[in-house]
């Protein structure tokens, strides 16, 4: 069974620190895995990852994939308020149009 | 810009009515899906639909069904409403073989009551 274990489940930090979170995956045959911010209503798009190694960066928030360990991190540096929210990791598998989500993790950033 | 609608963001209803969920894109997307998110489990698959009349079952399909008579909209039908269907529903779309990322509709919080 296709699996996503994301950790922390919650996490609190003060403004300007670094987080980093994790997720981890087992998925049959892997396609790609997505990060997804989710604020009060619907997840927002972040990242696709497809490729071991390659960084991908949007402002603050940066993620790479490592296909040999079966894991992603997402990290955030200088976090501020607005970067509160749940964080959610998705796992595609090839040949499956469905998405594996993991719990998610909630991030509170304090002033 | 994608756009994915869902017809409630906050509904209450009672034990054994009959439940309505719709979600409409206007995107022309092949492939639409339903999911449920509840606090410590995250989001789980209910029902996905991958053409017009096309179904297939998710994770946690029962005591729900669906109907995709159109191909703009993908309803989520509750038989007979039970307090632990409560929860946040969110609908989502994608063009078919393009996966990476899904457009989300705003969410629909069902209370039963």
């Known amino acids: 069974e296709d699996k996503v274990v994301q950790s922390p489940l919650s996490l609190v930090v003060h403004e300007g620190d670094t987080v980093t979170l994790n997720c981890s995956y087992e998925v049959t045959n892997f396609r790609s895995l997505l990060w997804y911010k989710q604020e009060k209503k619907a997840p927002t798009f972040l990242f696709m990852l497809t490729s071991s190694g390659i960084e991908k960066k949007s402002g603050r928030l940066s993620s790479i994939l490592d296909k040999k360990e079966l894991f992603s991190i997402l990290n955030i540096t200088a976090t501020q308020t607005g970067d509160s929210a749940v964080y959610l990791c998705a796992v595609e598998p090839r040949g499956s149009e469905k998405l594996v989500f993991g719990k998610g993790t909630k991030l509170t950033v304090n002033p | 810009d994608v756009k994915v609608t869902q017809s409630s963001r906050y509904l209450v209803k009672r034990t054994g009515e009959k439940v309505f969920l719709e979600c409409v894109q206007d995107?022309?997307?092949?492939?639409m899906f339903w999911y449920r998110q509840d606090p410590g489990l995250g989001l789980r698959l209910i029902y996905f639909?991958?053409?017009?009349?096309?179904?297939e079952k998710g994770d946690i399909p029962e005591g729900y069904s669906v109907s995709r008579e159109k191909k703009e909209r993908f309803s989520l039908i509750l038989e007979s409403a039970s307090t632990n269907q409560t929860s946040m529903y969110l609908c989502a779309s994608i063009p078919r073989g393009l996966t990476y990322e899904q457009y989300f509709g705003p969410g629909t919080r069902l209370t039963v009551t």
């Open positions: 639909s991958y053409d017009v009349k096309m179904k």
């Open positions: 995107m022309d997307h092949e492939n």
